[in-house]
């Protein structure tokens, strides 16, 4: 009995030291929603843009191997 | 040890959301349309209710808005009520969005600003749906955007639930 409550008090204790994580919840999410929110907020540019991504990316080892950075394909 | 279990159940049973079996969360809320008018859940007494969580930036709230004014168009003259909860940030948002699907404001459509209901319900994703029998019990949870298919399931169970 002595040990549990032992070990119950070091958890609180060691729970007071945890990063204090917030979880939103699904019916909080609604400035997630908003377009300024996505990762590629314009869809028709998103191709030009991964395109250009590879032309300046890719001689430091970016997402293409098969380019060399001039921008030529 | 059994103390600290008791407390432990109670907890657990104190956070957890209402289940199928569980009375239907009561609530007090003002119309979507007109927020000066009040709208009690014990009028929803005797009848069938599909209380809906829904907001106007949710997609699947968006897809399965029509098939809901068609499943109230269809149970027009039975004591069946679709309840939508909107949970906007601005209430102009769900309004705007509402009035072109539901044109004829054939579905009770309020506005949860402080989201009490979600919260109460502990909505695990957005849209939520519950199924509420006349007696006022949860006897559906639906989790997510209903598709067509999915109405003709929860169409069966509403008319057994209405005795049809």
Redesign the interface.
Known sequence: ?KT?SLL?LLALFMSACSEKLVRV??????YF??DKMSLSPIAERAEQEGHIFLIREASAGGESSFQGGCGCR | MKKLLSIVLLSVALFAAPRVGDNAVKFELPDLYAQNISFKSASLKGKVVLLNMWASWCGGCQEEMPLFVELQKEFSKSKFEIVLANIDNEAKNGVDFLSKVDKKRSLTALYDADKILPKAYRCPGMPSSFLIDQNGKVVGVYIGSLDTEAILDLKKTIKKLLGK
């Open positions: 009995m549990t119950l919840m699904p019916y909080e999410k609604e929603a908003e």
